[in-house]
């Protein structure tokens, strides 16, 4: 079985139609994974079991000719942020190695409910802080691609998996670029939804304000298809958002023609590749003959986005982080004899360097006599980088820019460079501060074929626009 | 030096972590030149800026649930995850230190 040009739908219908069945599938891409994902190291834990028992009740109802569901036997992958019940989730921190989820975070079982099966959890930077899934506990990911580079980060595992075809879609974070900035560096379809569109119910916290969940696939209508499942209010997430859902498969499918598309010339200033450039130009050029009107626009705060994001991402963090304390679950360290030094010690030995840079940063930045000065400050900046778009979006439907501003870089390049490291995600991080949509869609590849990203950045609530412009993009970039 | 060592075994301390010597050394230099970066925060006047509370608006209201009993997670479940428990509690070292 070929399953390297399956998509969510046409996995469904040939379940449907008996040419293949669900669990031949599951087998297929476990297979796959064991063959090629050893070099790779897409997945901290499988749980072929638990798989094939969904996939056989998924091949019971297509044998009693039931309707199927529209996810049904599509193998997917779910960052290891969010938590699973029963099966191991690490947050790739060696604090969580052994914790076994009670419950069930609400993305993971909308998308399982509609018949998607979870083939296992892939690799992160841990907590997801990173750029290039070098911070995890368990080992980096390499670029399916071209592996002396990163996949990206922090959804490293979960891009590497889509475009190494070990699975046939995943689920990722994104809090700075996570989602995107992976799916641009392993040439995949990386969606991040509004703040609130997705429920973070179950998402391990790394900055509240910012989270988001969102999926990789390796297409643009199979995005639309998994937005669709896991969006929508949730109970159970206070900030899930109380507005409705639209049909975006049918939304994306409407023409691009007349839609007016922004170019901010801040995200194409200095710093960015030349290869990035042309293929992001080019790509501008085939919306345009598509019948968009090309806006030059200007996003004047720009170059304060990545020092904002890094006072508010850290402030929050180490705030969410300090339930990490050795009492109720997580590792304890073994050398306490009191309470206090039973917390300290299980923190500095459960935490990774990157993790706690970020609680120290980010408890500086809210300790007493600090708090206007970074706190404060930031939060009034983050309005100002939210009143850019807002005005932007009063002359355009949606942004278009490059998704990173160089294709994956070598493993080790960046990992003692805290600073160049996060400059990485410097054309991602302002749609999460503002809580905007944004897209990375395959555009094009550099000469030595690795992969290149274009953003498409809408307005809150307006994934439809979002989805529907990256749709153009990609039926181009294909032929 | 915005950070001095002292300010990071304070910050530390805060933040309940135990960091070794070396830990310390590289942290402030990190957080010095992190910061000094961050500091070009300041050449935006924002004394007439309101600081960003809830970036969609009233999207996500500020949902009040009725006050009624619901099922939660059991005891048992709930320690399940748990480094050390005994008789339905979690068990943890000494509490009041000498």
Partial sequence: MDTSTLTIESTRSAIAEKQITATGVVEEFYRKIKADDGDIHAYLTLCEDRALQQARHIDDLAAKGGTLPPLAGVPVAIKDVMVTKGLRTTAGSKILEHFIPPYDCTAVARLEGAGAIVLGKTNCDEFAMGSSNENSAYGPVRNPRDKSRVPGGSSGGSAAAVAAGTALAALGSDTGGSIRQPASFCGVVGLMPTYGRVSRYGLIAFASSLDHIGPLTRTVQDAAIILRTIAGRDPLDSTSANVPVPDYVEEMSKPVKGLRLGIPKEYFGEGLDGETRSAVEGAIEQLRAAGCEIVPISLPHTPYAIPTYYVIATAEASANLARFDGVRYGYRSAHAHTLSEMYRKSRDEGFGAEVKRRIMLGTYALS???????????????????????????????????????PAFKLGEKADDPLAMYLADIYTVTADLAGIPGISVPC???????????????????????????????????? | MKVTEKEVSHVADLANL???????????????????????????????????AQVTGGASDNAMRADELRPSLAQEAALQNAPDASDGFFKVPKVIEK
């Fill in chain 1, 368 to 406: 007493s006599g600090y708090y206007d000065a970074y706190y404060l400050k930031a939060q009034r900046v983050r309005t100002l980088l939210t009143r850019d778009f807002e005005q932007a979006f009063q002359k355009v439907d949606a942004i278009v820019t490059p998704t990173t501003p160089t």
């Fill in chain 1, 444 to 479: 094009g590849q550099t000469k030595s074929g690795l992969p290149i990203g274009l953003q498409v950045l809408g307005k809150h609530f307006d994934e439809s626009t979002v989805l529907r412009v990256a749709g153009a993009v990609s039926l181009k970039s294909r032929t």
């Fill in chain 2, 18 to 52: 135990e960091l070794t010597e070396q830990e310390r050394t590289r942290l402030a230099k990190d957080l010095n030149s992190i910061l000094e970066y961050i500091d070009r925060l300041n050449e935006l006047d924002t004394s007439n800026v309101p600081p960003m």
